[in-house]
């Protein structure tokens, strides 16, 4: 008896004792992480503003938390949240979960807040997203002061968002938090749950997610640089694939600590990197172009009617910038005014100079030195370039017209087709909308009698080849297009053929049917998708990406129907080889160019369908969109070398890195659970699968190696590929990881050799020259028995701290910055 009176009142006090937790979550009953100023439970609910805590909260608290700056802030009963933090209602479409704002500083009094270094420890397994490392920031801005006490780490932090050199950002794409499934609520608390230990909490019960429940995404960004000076780079599928190869960068450098041939070569490799025409041809200065200096650029006559022809056929007909007859008849004219310069047009001449200027990585350049007298140079196409841009900008015209317009197009389309600032090329397409919009090329031209129905016409074929330019560009650059589909009501052009059409036709030419090949048949079939892939891309590339699953499939089934109603276009012609050609580029780009869309719309559900099942239908649509995208380029890569390089793009990167990262994927993971009808499935079920998609990857991977060497820079881009395809073919044979390492070296040494080899008697690689290459380094390389052991962790101390993931300056930079993703998300290449 005397031993429950003693029991009693000890049961009667706890009971009495205040659960440790906010307000929300003891009324509900709910086990409360308890952090400061909002738990995890009330930033899902999305009701941060009533997470408050009682006078006693901070004394609960671990040793862990700093509780001295809220000394003199305890006088209220109930602690309020900061003034200072935002404050996001369930209205404002902004979850409060995905905000990255930097935590104040621990020790200052003013903060109001808890730093997150100091968070209280906690006994659940995941984490609220607003506590993973601040090197997986998503904010598209960020504050002054940077935290962590080493200065190193400081700076990594204030200059790297999204730690692109570490190449580690394992955050998944779908922040949990922001997927707004509806909540069971909790039971009402009655008098029998009121005695209930306060230890037993009811834990809150979540619905399946469906595809009609509202997402909300915070798409992967990155930051670079500090304070003012910050270059932004959009949710491009380059930059969230490459987050999903956490091991790249180790084992890049095992590639190189096993193989010292590569540090020797360091000077050479580093010039192969910066490109071997910048110092020269790129740098250089020259006196502003004149009339003479322009014409006196150009090849010979037989030079630039082959580059013409090579232009027509594989750049003009899919981006309409010429009406063809008449730009023919300008040309002979242009020749007849030879002798008299002053009666030639300078804006004609530096547009001849961009045509053949876009054509010219599509010739064979013995056949074009045979037809010239002079000597063609590695650079002369640059050069070219370099002379029409420098025109164009003294230009200085007050109110476009039509001739400009097609000069600043083709200027867009040289300096992507020789890599030239590629990071530029989303400004200048954006200047160019407005011109045109300017201009009234937005604005279907039949409302205006004063315009010719011949400038009707072209008027039309202009705007809608910027808009499908602009799309292109913002679609590889990770960024919004400038112009959706209600910005604009000009019509698209007719399907019919350039000679059907004049500068004294009085009346509008009937159009011909979809199925029949025409000179405008491309932009014909590829303006249908237009509206559709501008809406795809404003929404995977805006700040949140907002929408219901549903939404996607609609998306997915929209771009789909558009891929079973390209045409076949038969051609009349067995041995017409110009028009074969011209409709099987058709063909391929239409295709791929939705692809690609499909792509984008897909890859950030892709990411995460081990995690959600709801997703598994985007991974199958990723896996087949990128494997189409890759047939397309092999089979045109086995047709013909032209057809290959206009081929090859942004998209083809794109497709080759979502194979390589569902591979890796695959093999890295196969605790994770996955859906029997996931890609992941198909992979592990169907043998040879693997061996296949390499296949296709190997195919692209040579493709890019030809352009590469075509393009002022490009060596790293091909690096960077060669080592992410070794690494995938490691994964999945482990036994084999020694050769396909010495694979890796190989293709940097083979491809350097190449292009040295090519430019040995250039001047403009300078007066290092051909540098070690003068002797055959792939042969040394091969000539070694094997590989050399990996170099121990403290090898002459150059090795990084490995909490940092930064590489310091000086020797050791695994293939001399390949993985510097700032240029990576920022490749656009030519259609």
Not at 373 to 378: F, N, S
Request: charged letters at 20%; proline letters at 8%; one cysteine or more.
């Amino acid at each position: 008896m005397d031993v429950q009176d003693v029991n009693v009142p000890e049961r009667v006090r706890k009971r009495r004792r205040r659960t440790m937790a906010c307000t929300q979550c003891r009324t509900r009953k709910l086990r409360c992480d308890r952090e400061y100023p909002t738990c995890s439970r009330c930033l899902k609910s999305r009701t941060p503003n009533k997470c408050t805590y009682e006078d006693g909260f901070l004394w609960q608290q671990p040793t862990t938390v700093a509780t001295t700056s809220f000394a003199s802030d305890r006088g209220p009963t109930m602690i309020p949240r900061a003034d200072h933090t935002p404050l996001d209602t369930p209205d404002s479409g902004i979850a409060t979960g995905s905000a990255r704002t930097e935590p104040p500083q621990a020790n200052d009094p003013s903060s109001g807040a808890v730093s997150h270094h100091m968070q209280p420890i906690n006994h659940h397994p995941h984490p609220p997203h607003h506590h993973d490392h601040p090197s997986h920031a998503l904010a598209p801005h960020f504050r002054g002061k940077p935290y962590g006490k080493d200065r190193k780490e400081r700076g990594f932090l204030e200059t790297v968002l999204g730690a692109p050199k570490a190449a580690v950002n394992q955050e998944p794409y779908v922040n949990t938090g922001l997927l707004q499934r509806p909540k069971r609520s909790a039971p009402e608390p009655d008098l029998q749950s009121s005695r209930v230990d306060d230890d037993h909490v009811y834990e809150e019960e979540e619905d399946a997610l469906t595809p009609s429940h509202q997402l909300d995404l915070s798409p992967r960004i990155m930051m670079r640089g500090r304070e003012t000076r910050t270059r932004f780079s959009g949710s491009g599928i380059l930059a969230n694939l490459v987050a999903q190869f956490p091991d790249i960068r180790s084992f890049a450098e095992e590639i190189k600590l096993s193989n010292p041939i590569l540090s020797q070569l360091r000077p050479d490799l580093e010039r192969v990197k910066r490109g071997l025409w910048k110092r020269i041809p790129l740098n250089t200065p020259f006196p502003d172009p004149t009339t003479e200096s322009l014409i006196g650029l150009l090849p010979s006559r037989g030079v630039v009617d082959e580059l013409i022809g090579l232009y027509l056929t594989y750049i003009e007909s899919t981006h309409r910038v010429l009406h063809v007859p008449s730009f023919l008849r300008e040309v002979d004219e242009f020749w007849a005014l030879l002798d008299t310069p002053g009666a030639v047009s300078p804006a004609f001449a530096a547009q001849l100079l961009l045509v053949l200027a876009c054509a010219w990585n599509l010739a064979d350049p013995s056949g074009l030195q045979s037809k010239n007298v002079a000597e063609l140079k590695c650079y002369t196409a640059v050069n070219w370039v370099l002379h029409a841009e420098k025109w164009i900008e003294n230009l200085h015209t007050k109110r476009p017209e039509i001739v400009s317009m097609r000069l600043s197009i083709l200027l867009i389309l040289a300096r992507n087709i020789y890599g030239m600032k590629r990071s530029q090329s989303w400004l200048a397409i954006g200047t160019l909308v407005k011109q045109a919009m300017m201009a009234g090329y937005h604005r279907d031209p039949s409302r205006y009698t004063r315009i010719s129905i011949f400038n009707k016409e072209m008027r039309r074929r202009i705007w809608t080849t910027i808009v499908e330019l602009d799309l292109q560009i913002a679609l590889d650059r990770g960024m919004p297009p400038s112009v959706q589909s209600f910005d604009y009501d000009a019509s698209p052009a007719l399907n019919i053929h350039d000679d059907e059409l004049h500068e004294n036709t009085t009346e509008v030419p009937q159009s011909r049917p979809l199925g029949e090949p025409t000179d405008m048949s491309f932009q014909a079939i590829l303006s249908r998708s237009l509206s559709l892939r501008l809406q795809a891309c404003s929404l995977m590339h805006s700040p949140r990406i907002s929408c219901r699953y549903e939404d996607i499939q609609r998306l997915d089934w929209e771009l789909n129907r558009h891929l079973s109603r390209i045409p076949a276009w038969v051609t009349t012609e067995p041995n017409d080889l110009v028009t074969q050609h011209k409709v099987t580029l058709w063909k391929s780009l239409i295709e791929t160019k939705l692809a690609q869309t499909l792509l984008s719309v897909h890859t950030p559900f892709a990411i995460e369908a081990r995690r959600e099942a709801l997703f598994a239908p985007s991974a199958r649509s990723r896996m087949d969109a990128a494997t189409r995208i890759l047939s397309t380029q092999r089979r045109l890569h086995e047709t013909s070398r032209p057809l290959s390089l206009c081929m090859f793009g942004e998209w083809t990167l794109h497709a080759y890195i979502s194979v390589c990262q569902l591979l890796h994927s695959t093999e890295s993971d196969n605790s994770a659970p996955f859906s029997p009808t996931s890609s992941t499935s198909l992979l592990q079920s169907l043998p040879g699968l693997p061996e296949s998609l390499l296949t296709l990857v190997e195919t692209a991977l040579v493709s890019l190696e030809a352009r590469s060497l075509l393009v002022t820079k490009g060596a790293k881009d091909y690096f960077f590929f060669s080592t992410i395809v070794a690494l995938v073919k490691a994964r999945l044979w482990p036994a084999q990881a020694i050769m396909y390492k010495q694979q890796v070296v190989e293709r940097v040494l083979s491809f350097t050799q190449t292009l040295f080899s090519r430019h040995a008697s250039c001047e403009h690689l300078g007066a290092p020259g051909m540098g070690n290459f003068k002797t055959n380094q792939v042969a040394a390389f091969t000539a070694t028995p094997g590989m050399v052991p990996v170099m121990p962790a403290d090898f002459e101390g150059m090795l990084p701290p490995p909490h940092l993931g930064v590489t310091p300056p000086g020797d050791f930079d695994p293939f001399l910055d390949v993985f510097d993703w700032e240029d990576l998300t920022g490749m656009t290449f030519p259609c």
